[in-house]
């Protein structure tokens, strides 16, 4: 009988960090995915510090199309099966869209769209099999138009749609599918996505370890939707008597006085 093991994506910082040492302190084997093979090792032997088994490390680039594959390959190598999957990889990039380099932004449709797209389908069969659950993480963003963050947005807002799809789906199958959508989180997507904190970092702010213990509660729970922080729960309320042209309007002097 194949090992079960949690397929975690964007493991090496920020939520993703977090996410595995929750989940490998829940007792849960680990299979890492990044980019960066030196922070998932390092992460592998802090969670070995921990207690917990070593994690499988994989060190690929999912704006690659054939990821999925060399992440499938490895698992098999390992003879274990995906038992709870973490979809956790994305960036985002800061500017207008027809500013922004056209080739990144495309790259970020395939790490936030496709390639998680390709992993939930592609170990739908496993995560059956084993009453496992998928944990996507979307964002706040996917409630809303994004000015100045259009192509992230509207990747988000496919997560969102996308996972809430499968919690109807694969929940009859016994898999609990559940969407996280933080707010803003101080990690390194800022650095990376070139924003700069406002008032709306300052009001919804709740650290990475608070994301990833709700999320992982969440998920153990078969919850839909989480929203970590007082702050977040209310804002998607809010959102449905909120006419849209104002929505985008606030939006867009928000992201005006990054």
């Not at 559940?178 to 650095?191: A, H, I, K, N």
């Not at 922080?229 to 006419?243: S, T």
Request: aromatic share 6%; with cysteine; hydrophobic share 45%.
């Amino acid at each position: 009988m194949a090992g079960r093991i949690t397929l975690i994506t964007g493991a090496s910082a920020g939520i993703g960090y977090e996410l595995a040492k929750t989940f490998a302190d829940a007792g849960h084997r680990l299979a890492l995915v990044a980019r960066r093979d030196d922070r998932l090792q390092a992460l592998s032997d802090e969670i070995v510090a921990m207690g917990g088994e070593r994690p499988i490390v994989i060190a690929c680039d999912l704006q690659n199309s054939d990821s999925c594959q060399l992440i499938i390959k490895a698992l098999q190598a390992e003879e274990v099966e995906v038992e709870y999957l973490v979809n956790n990889a994305g960036f985002g990039l800061f500017g207008e869209a027809r500013d922004l380099d056209r080739v990144e932004q495309l790259a970020m449709t395939d790490v936030n769209v496709r390639a998680l797209t390709d992993l939930c389908l592609s170990f739908s069969e496993h995560l059956i099999r084993n009453r496992g659950g998928i944990l996507n993480v979307a964002s706040l963003a996917g409630f809303l138009p994004g000015p100045r963050m259009a192509v992230y947005y509207a990747t988000k807002a496919y997560v969102l749609s996308f996972s809430e799809a499968l919690h109807a789906e694969l929940g009859a199958k016994g898999v609990r599918v559940t969407v996280l959508c933080p707010g803003p989180v101080p990690t390194e997507f800022q650095g990376r996505a070139g924003i700069t904190p406002g008032f709306d970092s300052a009001v919804l702010n709740i650290s990475a370890s608070q994301v990833a213990r709700v999320g992982f509660e969440g998920l153990m729970a078969g919850k839909r939707l989480v929203l970590p922080g007082f702050g977040m729960k209310i804002i998607p309320f809010l959102l449905r008597f909120v006419p849209r042209g104002v929505v985008l309007h606030l939006v867009s002097r928000v992201q005006g006085g990054r």
